[in-house]
């Protein structure tokens, strides 16, 4: 069982920038981020494989950053130009199947979830 634990989260002005981070409790193939606005679905921001090669939602391209440190266990999401929109809870998920019929942004593909951390972002 691996545990994630997120944090970076908080509340900027439109034009901010903000990074979150979560660490895993033990190792895991992709990681990724996905954000829950209220009575909205889950979304998928951005993914990462084991080996660093990233993966984004077309909207997400250009603002976010996505990266991982493999001896620490642990991903980042750098979110810069941050828009009232982005405001949403942001959860750090992490998978380690051998294989998966799941596409990298599918919630379905993850087993493991953080918390969440929430972003808010005024205008």
């Known amino acids: 069982q691996v545990q994630l634990v997120e944090s970076g989260g908080g509340s900027v002005q439109a034009g901010g920038s903000l990074r979150l981070s979560c660490v895993a409790s033990g190792d895991t193939r992709y990681m990724a981020w996905f954000r829950q606005a209220p009575a909205k679905e889950r979304e998928g921001v951005a993914a990462i494989s084991g080996t660093g090669i990233p993966t984004y939602a077309a909207s997400m391209k250009g603002r976010f950053t996505i990266s991982r440190d493999n001896a620490k266990n642990t991903q980042y999401l750098q979110m810069d130009s941050l828009q009232p929109e982005d405001t949403a809870m942001y959860y750090c998920?992490?998978?380690?199947?051998?294989?998966?019929?799941?596409?990298?942004?599918?919630?379905?593909?993850?087993?493991?979830w953080g918390q969440g951390t929430q972003v808010t972002v005024s205008s």
């Open positions: 998920a992490a998978e380690n199947w051998r294989t998966t019929l799941y596409g990298i942004l599918v919630p379905e593909r993850y087993n493991y």
